[in-house]
Structures are given as structure tokens and as C-alpha cells.
């Protein structure tokens, strides 16, 4: 009989690289790159043999990376806590860094180094986060060409303020983050529209929108999205998958699921609190997989997050092969995850506050934040996991209110005069009036 309880699933493609190997130290992730006009779609890859580049990290900056997979771990945390009771979650913590570290990157004094701090990031080199963020980002996307990998960046400015965006700052959001970065109208209605099939495109569909409305205060929007596509290594057959019970923490029966089944080698740990398996993407070589930590009989999926450590995680990966009778539900889950106050109570607060906040070094206005939020999907079938998560920081002037322009009438629908003129000397060289005829 089955005996299925709730899962708690590390999904690593979506970390900070908790398993990383080695990548070249490429100048092209060391010094911002000529700005680029391209906008950039869901790379494709054929799924074949792997071949990558394994990664390759600086001491600093894989201390980093563990920091901020911890990091990973304590806001799953609060996000679990602020979830209704027994609510499935989904989230992107490297899309979450990621944006927060080229907002960071506009910003300096305590509102800088409370993001920068939180995260877990080292910013005593110059440039030391966006290079670490270009780095992961690159290597991401080489490391196994038989996963189809995406992580995008966008600035969209609000054309209505009339502020302007620092030369440095543009130079270093094209040379690190690869960032589209337009000037938009947020009045006009295809200003929404072009912002979600951004999303849309850079998700691969799978994050058709995150905005219903542009609100005339925002001065701007900061977007990363985070895209994933890959086959199981060693992948479920269809005619297996049946209708199996699916029991809360308590032990009582919740509903009945889609079980995936099959038993193989996978590497498999076991304390006296959970079960944990990982399941590797493309092959046994894939850097990439997914990590699955039962909690076992007893114990609730907030015991064991409670004392889980990166390095727990990172023994499962190097866990010894055990032959698995293995069944995990076929699933998909939709999230939108609120940031600003799980972000508060981490010790992120000058960057909220309106009178105090200094991203100074973004445009010639003093911005806050006023939005943060995450829209996250994540598909598990027989074959495949497919994610994806997109998130927006919305930023404000601390000038106070913004009021919208006045928009004077002027309908040419009446008979009227016309000159042609040269705008220093004022001389005339046509004219005329027009009376509809």
C-alpha cells in the first residue's frame, strides 16, 4: 500500500549552485561587456548526450554561493510559514538573488549592504557580486547543453517621470546581467502588455504575466526570469503512473494523486528525522538534478526544514547509490510569493524606506522599493521538470506623491492655421489654414 506524505523538494536547478564544480575564469564574466540592443528568448538545446563546462568558482566567491543557499533555506522558511496550512510552494531563490543584486548594484551606504548582507554575498571586491552573478548565470547555461536553461534580465523605465538612467549603471546591467533595458509609457496599455510577454517569452510560456496594471508612481520595474526545462536521467514509464492516496503530516488521507513509480539506483541518504534522494537530470554526470527530502513518519516538513543545513543537501548529492523503491507524484504547482515583509523580518529595511532609502546610483532620482513579489510554476511529469519563476521589484521616487502630467485637448477637427517655420530665426517659409476642404 502506498504510504505517501509531504514532500519537502530542494530543487537544485533553481539554487545558487549547491553542487558546483568548475568553470574557466572567462574575461567576458570579469568586466561589463559593450551594451547590447538584442533581446534574448528561452535557449533551446537538443536533449542528447551531455557535454558542458563544469563550473568554477573563486574560494570568496563559492563561500558565497553556500551563504546564499542558506540564505535559500531561511526564506523557505518564512515562505512556508506565511503559507496557508498545507499549501504547496514554489521558489526561485537564484531569481530572487539575482534581481535583488542588480537592484543592490543601483544602491549604496546601508541600503546596499543590508541586501548584500542578508543574501550572504561577499562585497569587499569591487564588483564582486555582479561578477559572481555573471558567472553563475553563463556557466549555468554551458554547463549541461542537454538542459534547456534561461536566465534573463530587464529594466523598464517609466518614460511619465522623466528621470534618467546613469551611464555606469546601464554600462554595468548590460556587461554583467545582459539586461533589456527600455523607456516605456505606463499609461499606454501595450506598455503592460509588452512587459508580460517578456515574461511570457523568457518562461517559455510557462509565466504568461505578472503584471494586471502599471501603476503611474512606479518609476521603474526591475525583472529577472529564471527558465528550466530537463529530462530525468533515468526517467518514470507512463503506464506505471496510478492513482495512488496521498496522506497529511497527520496521517490522514488528503486525496488521491498521480504516482510515479520505478525502482533504480539513486544516490539515497537516511537520518532519524527524513529520507532523501537525488534524482539527476540528463545522466549520472548532469550537474544538474533534483534533491527530495522526506520527512519521515512523525516528523513535518517545517521539523526538518528547521534544522536542514547546506551541507546536509550536499551530502545527498554525494550519497552512495542504493537500489530505490521510489514513488513521487506527478505535479504542478503555481505560486505567488509577497517578499516585502519576509525581506523585512531577514534584515532587509532601509531599501523599504521611503524617506531613507539610496539606490543613488540607478537614475538621477532617489528611488524605494515598494514591490517585491515572485510569480513561480514548476511541472513534474513522468519525463521532465519544467520551471520557471519571474521576479519584479517595483521602485518609487522619495520626491513625495507622484502627481501625473495634466493632458491638455487639442483636436484638430475645426478649421486652423499652419506655419512652417526655422525654430532660431522664427523665418516663415509656408503657411496657410486649412478648413476641412
Known sequence: ??????????YVGAAMALTLGACSNDDSVNDPSSPSTHTRTAQHYPSLVSVGKPFVLTDAQQAGVTANNAFALDILGHILDDAPTGSSTVFSPISLTIALAFAADGAEGDTRSEIIQTLGLDDSEPDGVNKLCATI????????????FNIANAFFLNSLHGFNMLPDYVHRLHGYYDADIE???FRDKLSLGHINAWCERQTDGMIPSVLSELKPEVVAYLLNATYMEARWGSPFKEDLTEDA???????????SVKMMQQVNDFPYLATDTYQAIRLNYTSSTSPFGMTVVLPREGHTVADVLNSLKVSDLDAVVKASYTLTDLQLPRFTTDVRTELIDILQTMGIHEAFDSDN???TRMVDAQLFISQIFQKARIEVTENSTKAAAVTVI?????AGPFEEPQVV?????????????ERTTGTIYFMGSYYGN
Open 1 to 10: 500500500m502506498y504510504n505517501s506524505r509531504s514532500y519537502l523538494i530542494a
Open 137 to 148: 548565470m553563463q556557466s549555468t547555461l554551458h554547463a549541461d547543453t542537454a538542459v534547456r
Open 183 to 185: 523607456a516605456l509609457d
Open 245 to 255: 492516496p496521498f496522506y497529511a503530516e497527520g496521517g490522514q488521507m488528503l486525496r
Open 357 to 359: 532609502a539610496r539606490f
Open 394 to 398: 517595483g521602485l518609487e521616487t522619495t
Open 409 to 421: 485637448t487639442f483636436h484638430a477637427n475645426r478649421p486652423f492655421l499652419y506655419f512652417i517655420t
